[in-house]
């Protein structure tokens, strides 16, 4: 039976979930679930995902939510040969422990600024809301300080946790887009070449392509 995704097309996290689909080439039927009527908030979805959020997974019954989440879950279970380093396990603890790394990394020092920049520049407008420049100009001073931290990890070897693409790097994705998209080059500036030569690399992949505009 092919996987549902719950989610709203454009959302980061839904798109998050969506491009490890891809990767790893497993159909998955989108069903939409309309964020601009609240359908997220209504009793049938909270019956799926408690917090009333995008996305969630159905695989033959298995409910799943948290984008992260589905993302391991689809490279433990269907994850070929060639795509297993997108989740480094046990098997060799050095390596499982420079992903969790990278992972933390992402959650810790861009995701959570990342999301109060796009709420402060994209959606307050949709509650008729205005932005505030002095946060934004120091979400922007953090976030440059953070990303010259990943110049550092990423003069030193090709992706975030080494030199085989993770999970951790995919991870980036929908918000790395945003900020370009809210005409931010934070990720793309000379000043940091390998930090772009990095974003260049996983912006371009097929499976972020096909997804990156909405799941
Ligand atoms: N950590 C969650 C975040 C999910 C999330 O915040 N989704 C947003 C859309 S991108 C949402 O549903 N927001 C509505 C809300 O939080 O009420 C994940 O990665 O799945």
């Known amino acids: ?14 798109r998050r979930a969506a491009v490890i689909f891809k990767e790893l080439g497993v159909p998955y039927e989108l069903v939409k679930v309309d964020m601009l009527t609240d359908e997220h908030k209504a009793a049938a979805y909270l019956a799926h995902q408690p917090f009333g959020q995008v996305p969630y997974i159905d695989d033959d019954g298995f409910v799943l939510f948290e984008s992260r989440a589905i993302g391991r879950y689809l490279v433990a279970k269907y994850a070929g040969p060639a795509q297993k380093g997108l989740m480094p396990t046990a098997e060799d603890p050095q390596r499982m422990a420079l992903f969790e790394q990278a992972a933390n990394v992402e959650l810790g020092n861009f995701d959570v600024y990342m999301n109060a ?3 402060e520049v994209i959606f307050k407008r949709y509650s008729k809301l205005m932005t505030d420049e002095t946060i934004v100009a120091d979400l ?4 440059n300080s953070k990303l010259d931290a990943y110049e550092v990890l990423l003069s030193k070897h090709r992706y975030l946790a080494g030199d085989e693409i993770t999970l951790a790097d995919l991870f980036h994705l929908p918000f790395g887009n945003t900020m370009g998209s809210m005409g931010y080059d934070l990720l793309t500036t000379s000043s940091r070449p390998n930090v772009s030569r990095w974003w260049r690399d996983i912006s371009s992949r097929p499976a972020w392509q096909a997804v990156k505009e909405n799941a």
């Open 117 to 119: 920049l796009s709420w």
């Open 1 to 14: 039976m092919t996987i549902k995704l719950y989610g709203f097309p454009p959302s980061h996290a839904t």
């Open 140 to 143: 922007l001073k953090t976030l």
